[in-house]
Structures are given as structure tokens and as C-alpha cells.
């Protein structure tokens, strides 16, 4: 999956892999795939990048969940680095 900043031609650093990493966190919890009922178009596209997320279901353990949101964080300086997962 692919950072917002990464859609904006800034490149791929760590910060975007963990980007990534809470995408499939996500996923493995939900047991779906993101958006898979969105055309992935140049629409969809900028909505990411202006901060869609997927939707978190409330039985999700909290903690999960703020991790979760840290690694999606529109701003890659917020995400947490890898060696903190």
C-alpha cells in the first residue's frame, strides 16, 4: 500500500512502510481487503491523500487501534518507526 506522501512524488522512506504496516494491520484484523469496494482512480487517490482512512470496527482493542492510526498518520513524521512496532 501506498503513503500519501509517496503518491505526492516525495519517495519511499521507512515512514511509508510503516504507512504500509498499518494499512495490512488493518486487513488481518478486519480479515478484508482496504477498499476493496472503491474504484482506485485519480479520485480515490486524492482522498487518501487528504486523509481517507478505512473504517475501524468498535470490538478492535484500543490499543491495536491507536497503533494503528499512528502508522497511517497523514504526516510521516507522527508515525511511529519500525523498531517501535
Given at each position: 500500500y501506498?503513503?500519501p506522501?509517496v503518491l505526492?512524488?516525495r519517495?519511499?522512506?521507512p515512514a511509508?512502510?510503516?504507512?504500509?504496516?498499518?494499512i495490512?494491520?488493518?486487513?488481518v484484523?478486519?480479515?478484508r481487503?482496504?477498499?476493496?469496494?472503491k474504484?482506485h482512480?485519480?479520485?480515490f487517490?486524492?482522498?487518501a491523500c487528504?486523509g481517507?482512512?478505512?473504517t475501524?470496527?468498535?470490538?478492535?482493542?484500543?490499543?491495536?487501534v491507536?497503533?494503528m492510526?499512528?502508522?497511517?498518520?497523514?504526516?510521516?513524521a507522527k508515525?511511529?518507526?519500525?523498531?517501535?512496532?
Amino acid at each position: 500500500y501506498i503513503a500519501p506522501e509517496v503518491l505526492r512524488s516525495r519517495g519511499y522512506t521507512p515512514a511509508s512502510d510503516v504507512y504500509s504496516f498499518g494499512i495490512i494491520m488493518w486487513e488481518v484484523s478486519s480479515g478484508r481487503l482496504v477498499f476493496s469496494d472503491k474504484n482506485h482512480d485519480l479520485c480515490f487517490l486524492t482522498e487518501a491523500c487528504n486523509g481517507l482512512r478505512p473504517t475501524i470496527a468498535k470490538d478492535m482493542p484500543e490499543y491495536y487501534v491507536d497503533l494503528m492510526k499512528r502508522c497511517w498518520n497523514n504526516d510521516p513524521a507522527k508515525r511511529p518507526m519500525a523498531s517501535e512496532i
